[in-house]
């Protein structure tokens, strides 16, 4: 006998919410949506559901319920205007991050009203999410990334194939010598977790995203100390760069960059809950 949504939805958000989950409301409804082939604003029409919908249904809200995160459950995953497909093995994009790709996109745009096609690099490229902002919304920009996990490269070839991004597979490190000095923007979401703070981290992360998108040495900062260095090479002189870093590295993660002496007009930025996100700088000339 069909069953009516809304006792569904009300249900599995309770249950989400005593498992922890941050969201349940909106887990629930998305789930929901996810198995009847709609979206949220969609689920109003919806009258019933079949007793085969409530089954899958409650195996999704199960697996939720467990940790596992939402994104692997759907298989998709929105930033800025794209979709991204994502799965085991490559880490998961928050809405964070679209602030330092917009931050990138606007960096583009202005080299772009320049008079020439601006060159961006996207550093640790994941499941392609930056690259492919950038690409979406700055047509006329030459964009490349790089991704050392084997999985998330995968992923990441799937996400961008038909963008026109130079993808490549390999450590961030030594990426791109054919690009020395040209760059206009580089961008980078790196890992930068202390390997201490294992067990504070949210189960979604901790125990689905790859380690290697998470943890970054004793203090977080060994890639951003990279980063740091690529950017450098990679830059032509007054080019920018952004790297989104922890809310508790808003000293830390800058000082990276003012301390080597290399870049003007570091600074860092905040997120929407008013949290140290991401910190950009300008190449000296």
Request: aromatic share 4%; glycine share 10%.
């Amino acid at each position: 006998m069909p069953t009516d949504p809304v006792i569904l939805r009300r249900a599995a958000a309770r249950r989400l919410a005593e498992a922890g989950v941050a969201s349940p409301d909106f887990d629930a409804d998305e789930l929901l949506a996810h198995v009847l082939g709609t979206t949220r604003p969609g689920l109003l029409l919806v009258d019933a559901v079949t007793a085969d919908q409530e089954r899958a249904y409650d195996g999704l809200v199960g697996r939720r319920a467990a940790r596992e995160p939402l994104q692997h459950l759907t298989g998709s995953a929105a930033f800025r205007y794209v979709e991204l497909a994502v799965g085991p093995g490559v880490f998961v994009p928050r809405p964070e991050t679209e602030l330092l790709a917009g931050w990138g996109v606007d960096r583009a745009c202005e080299a772009a009203g320049a008079g020439r096609a601006p060159v961006v690099v996207d550093l640790c490229t994941g499941s392609g999410a930056i690259a492919l902002a950038v690409a979406t919304e700055v047509p006329s920009a030459e964009v490349h990334a790089v991704e050392l996990g084997e999985a998330a490269h995968d992923w990441a070839t799937r996400n961008l194939s038909g963008s026109g991004v130079d993808l490549r597979h390999g450590d961030m490190a030594g990426a791109f010598p054919d690009l020395d000095g040209t760059v206009d923007v580089v961008l980078c979401n790196p890992p930068y977790i202390p390997l201490e703070a294992f067990e504070s981290v949210e189960p979604e992360a901790r125990d689905h995203d790859p380690e290697l998108a998470l943890f970054s040495g004793a203090d977080g900062l060994d890639a951003i100390r990279v980063v740091e260095a690529v950017a450098a090479r990679l830059l032509r002189p007054g080019g920018v760069v952004g790297v989104e870093h922890a809310d508790v590295q808003g000293g830390s993660a800058p000082a990276v960059f003012s301390g080597s002496g290399r870049w003007s007009d570091v600074r860092d930025h905040e997120d929407l809950a008013g949290r140290s996100r991401y910190l950009t700088a300008r190449l000296a000339r």
